[in-house]
């Protein structure tokens, strides 16, 4: 920018950061402050403007500058790094399943013995043991061929018993205990041959006897 009159000329390059000053030595005294003023704020302005530039390119999708065929692979490219790594699941974090108590027949009637009441005589002292007599229970008693998950936190309701997680429960006693086994569905178990026996003659662990059902 470039000033001029008949007392003095004074030019400003900002690009350059050049400023000139020409006149008397009273005029160039008088202004020169005022002048530097001036050329402080026109940087500072073409700073503010350059670095808006440079922002509004970098906000800029980087989509933006690949070739045609590029940019259509890049969604897909996105979706492949949000999967897990690996491809065989063991590092998907396991997802909790939600089990909900089936409504079944406990009580007891003119054929059978009432949940309640085998449950106080068996004495089951942990979650273990209390599956097993659940689906002791449960075949023996009511006939069924398999027990439901669900059914098993049914029992735990009718004894006003807190309930466990009862896949963990069944899975650890199927693999440990051997006194239940795999249903014909995901989430439903068998009393095993060892399961039986431990009901029938290993509880209660002080030895008393209770009349025991039969399968048909």
Same mark, same amino acid.
């Given at each position: 920018?470039?000033?001029?009159?008949?007392?003095?000329?004074?030019?400003?390059?900002?690009?350059?950061?050049?400023?000139?000053?020409?006149?008397?030595?009273?005029?160039?005294?008088?202004?020169?402050?005022?002048?530097?003023?001036?050329?402080?704020?026109?940087?500072?302005?073409?700073?503010?403007?350059?670095?808006?530039?440079?922002?509004?390119?970098? $906000?800029?999708? *980087?989509?933006?500058?690949?070739?045609?065929?590029? =940019? /259509? !692979? %890049?969604?897909?490219?996105?979706?492949?790094?949000?999967?897990?790594?690996?491809?065989?699941?063991?590092?998907?974090?396991?997802?909790?399943v939600t089990i909900h108590p089936?409504?079944?027949?406990?009580?007891?009637?003119?054929?059978?013995?009432?949940?309640?009441?085998?449950?106080?005589?068996?004495?089951?002292?942990?979650?273990?043991?209390?599956? $097993?007599?659940? *689906?002791?229970?449960?075949?023996?008693?009511?006939? =069924? /061929? !398999? %027990?439901?998950?669900?059914?098993?936190?049914?029992?735990?309701?009718?004894?006003?018993?807190?309930?466990?997680?009862?896949?963990?429960?069944?899975?650890?006693s199927v693999r440990y205990k051997?006194?239940?086994?795999?249903?014909?569905?995901?989430?439903?178990?068998?009393?095993?041959?060892?399961?039986?026996?431990?009901?029938?003659?290993?509880?209660? $662990?002080?030895?008393?006897?209770?009349?025991?059902?039969?399968?048909?």
């Amino acid at each position: 920018m470039q000033v001029t009159n008949s007392e003095a000329r004074f030019t400003i390059n900002v690009k350059e950061g050049v400023v000139e000053l020409e006149g008397t030595e009273s005029f160039v005294d008088r202004h020169l402050e005022k002048f530097e003023e001036i050329f402080k704020m026109a940087v500072k302005e073409a700073i503010t403007h350059g670095l808006e530039q440079n922002i509004a390119l970098k $906000a800029q999708p *980087a989509q933006a500058a690949l070739p045609q065929e590029l =940019q /259509q !692979e %890049v969604p897909d490219a996105v979706e492949q790094q949000a999967q897990p790594k690996g491809g065989n699941g063991k590092h998907t974090p396991r997802q909790a399943v939600t089990i909900h108590p089936i409504p079944v027949d406990l009580k007891a009637n003119e054929s059978k013995v009432g949940l309640r009441e085998f449950y106080a005589e068996k004495k089951p002292a942990n979650h273990y043991e209390k599956a $097993a007599v659940f *689906a002791h229970y449960l075949m023996k008693f009511n006939k =069924q /061929q !398999e %027990v439901k998950f669900g059914e098993i936190l049914s029992c735990y309701e009718e004894v006003n018993e807190k309930k466990p997680s009862i896949v963990d429960i069944v899975k650890n006693s199927v693999r440990y205990k051997g006194w239940l086994e795999q249903g014909s569905e995901k989430y439903a178990t068998r009393l095993t041959i060892s399961g039986e026996n431990f009901v029938k003659f290993d509880l209660p $662990a002080s030895g008393e006897k209770i009349v025991q059902a039969t399968f048909g």
